[in-house]
């Protein structure tokens, strides 16, 4: 990641060059080096994997390769890309889609400047950003998923016991499913900023997962978002 002295590199994907442009000069001005745009999928590909964007902010509704499948192919490439996707559509479907083929954020284009800039900066960080209301509709969708499982997935599916966590390192992660940030979470339980990352660490460690997104889908598919 290039986040020495708070340098993000960003990508901004859009078919509308208006928008596209005007996103990326909010990034520039606030501080964010816009390494590359693109105007189609195929554009977004090349272009991503020759500029090596920390953050790539994608549209999903491109012409020549749809935005999910820039997503998987990017991220696929190089699993350090964190994906925030900016769409005009709330769509159930195209939200689940988005977070299935990599994506850790999805936010609404209504969204304000500072919603926007915020979003990037936590993205950044690998923190799951969400247009109020969308992580409520991809948290529902996966625990219906997760209690209605598919035959024949493979071995690797079948989990009957989960490993036991303790009632805070529960608690936590039910808060990092919901996406909020450490320090949201440390404020919310009135504990440290470190307690909330050895919490999360201990966490990874018992579930085997690598990384936040792992257990935010791992939290998920358990329907842990629930009070």
Known sequence: MSEQQGTIKVMVVDDHPMWRDAVARDLTESGFEVVATAGDGEQAVRRAKAAAPDVLVLDLNLPAKPGVQVCKELVAHNPALRVLVLSASGEHADVLEAVKSGATGYLLKSASTEELLDAVRRTAVGDPVFTPGLAGLV?????????????????????????????????????????????????????????????????????????????????????????
Do not use: C, W
Not at 180 to 194: D, F, G, N, P, T
Not at 197 to 204: A, K, S
């Open 139 to 227: 948290l529902g969708e996966y625990r219906r998923l997760a209690s209605d499982p598919v035959p024949g997935t493979g071995p690797d599916t079948d989990e009957p016991r989960a490993p036991r966590l303790t009632e805070r390192e529960t608690e936590v992660l039910r808060l990092v499913a919901k996406g909020l940030s450490y320090k949201q979470i440390a404020e919310r339980l009135v504990i440290s900023h470190r307690t909330v990352q050895n919490h999360v660490q201990n966490t990874l460690g018992k579930l085997q997962l690598h990384n936040r997104v792992e257990l935010v889908r791992y939290a998920i598919e358990r329907g842990l978002d629930e009070e």
